[in-house]
């Protein structure tokens, strides 16, 4: 999926705390944004995602604005994931229970997905007792296993060790290669935006830093 | 003091024999109370959820005027439901003063602000972050609200039963609509309030031992769910 930006502002009282005047992300690539604290990016993804439908400006997928349609194609994992008070595998097929998928194929993406991301022993783990790199592999998990066109990522590997983070980025790779699914991920890191992303793009204040 | 003891005699006695008067005004009270209960939260708890996670002009004052209602004192609510159902008022053609139905639609509309005030606030202080997740992955308002509902039934779970327990230890809005006729709108708290003016303290301390095991044997399965979830 391809997103337009176009003269975005979004403001807290006086203060601009995101203020785009033109970007695109391509499609089919993993673009990075990053930036220091406060520099607007989770600001971003929250408004691409309309999580955050209070902005000025307008955002184009595939030349279309936000509807019902373009939702069900995207995804956003939160920097802190909430799972569902229910087990691992439960929660991963959520999204599938939400678009009617029949439960054969149900447990047969759940069980890839957890296979490739290596969380099966946690299948029927309950969310509320995983770590927290546990929960931010599931959270990814249930953020691919319906292959959304747009993955929004913030800061999806922070705090988790070096083998998760590992797993992670391989995953998020395969997603992108076999899927053509364009991934835009917010992350501090910037080792991991040049291993993993396309392009990165860099906000500071609210603005593209050229 | 030996009157007090001899009450509590009394009162064991009358509970240990099942005392059908006893029995018949508990069984009335746990009829009016329940159903007021359920058609309250039935139709308030999604509401309340809703508005909770719904972002709109005005929420401010709404979340006012919802806080405040919910402490509207029950004779009030008995006195508006009595002037409508009253033989010269709107709805007095339906017959329904003095009736258990009467009673059932007071207490249901004692509860509605409570209901929905409490789900409210626990739907805008931790429904969001739910709420996302459902709309992140591609869930409709709909969705997110069936989804509050069953992440935070336990504490759902708690307000019901705090209306419960509003319904039936409430004395104002039952006696003033039910009127506390014998065998017909007899419930514990007007019974009470009633023995206690005649002095007769036997059924009015058996009657109240009961409401408090009614009280504990609630709270208890509240916790033991909440234990378990």
């Known amino acids: ?210 | 003091m030996d009157y007090i003891l001899q009450g509590f005699k009394e009162a064991i006695s009358l509970i240990i024999r099942l005392d059908p008067e006893v029995f018949e005004i508990v069984f009335m009270s746990l009829l009016v109370s329940t159903s007021a209960t359920i058609l309250a939260s039935s139709f308030l708890i999604p509401i309340g959820v809703y508005l909770g996670i719904k972002k709109f002009k005005g929420k401010r004052m709404v979340s006012r005027i919802i806080y405040t209602s919910m402490s509207i004192p029950t004779v009030i609510v008995g006195l508006v439901v009595a002037i409508i159902l009253s033989r010269r008022g709107p709805l007095g053609y339906l017959d329904l003063m003095y009736t258990p139905k009467a009673m059932v639609i007071a207490q249901t509309l004692l509860l509605i602000p409570l209901v929905l005030g409490l789900t409210y606030s626990l739907a805008k202080s931790r429904g969001s972050n739910i709420s996302n997740v459902s709309f992140t992955l591609g869930g409709s308002k709909f969705d997110s609200v069936v989804l509050i509902i069953k992440e935070l039934r336990v504490d759902i779970l708690v307000n019901v039963a705090t209306a419960f327990s509003r319904a039936i230890s409430e004395v104002g809005a039952v006696m003033i609509v039910g009127g506390n006729i014998k065998g017909h709108t007899r419930v514990i708290t007007t019974s009470i309030s009633m023995m206690n003016s005649m002095g007769d303290y036997p059924m009015a301390i058996a009657l109240g031992i009961i409401l408090l095991i009614i009280s504990f044997f609630i709270n208890s399965f509240i916790y033991s769910y909440g234990q378990e979830d």
């Not at chain 1, 509320?128 to 953020?143: D, M, P, T």
């Not at chain 1, 922070?158 to 995953?171: F, G, Q, T």
């Open chain 1, 1 to 210: 999926m391809r997103l337009d930006i176009e003269n975005i502002k979004k403001t807290y009282g006086d203060k601009i705390v995101l203020d785009i005047s033109n970007m695109t992300i391509k499609e089919g690539k993993i673009t990075g944004i990053t930036g220091p604290n406060g520099s607007g990016k989770s600001t971003l993804l929250n408004i691409i995602s309309y999580i955050d439908d209070n902005f000025s400006g307008k955002v184009k997928y595939n030349g279309m604005d936000f509807s019902k349609e373009v939702a069900k194609n995207i995804t956003y994992v939160f920097q802190k994931p909430y799972l569902l008070r229910r087990s691992v595998y439960d929660n991963i097929v959520y999204p599938l229970k939400l678009r009617k998928v029949d439960n054969k194929s149900q447990t047969k993406y759940a069980n890839d997905i957890m296979k490739r991301l290596e969380i099966e022993d946690l299948s029927n783990k309950r969310g509320q007792q995983l770590s927290g790199g546990e929960s931010q592999k599931v959270a990814l998990a249930r953020a691919l296993v319906f292959k959304p066109k747009l993955l929004l990522l913030d800061e999806p590997t922070s705090n988790i060790d070096s083998e998760s983070v590992k797993i992670m980025e391989r995953e998020i790779v395969n997603f992108n290669k076999e899927t053509s699914g364009t991934v835009l991920i917010v992350t501090h890191n910037l080792e991991q935006a040049q291993r993993i992303c396309d392009e990165v793009i860099s906000l500071d204040s609210g603005k593209v830093r050229n």
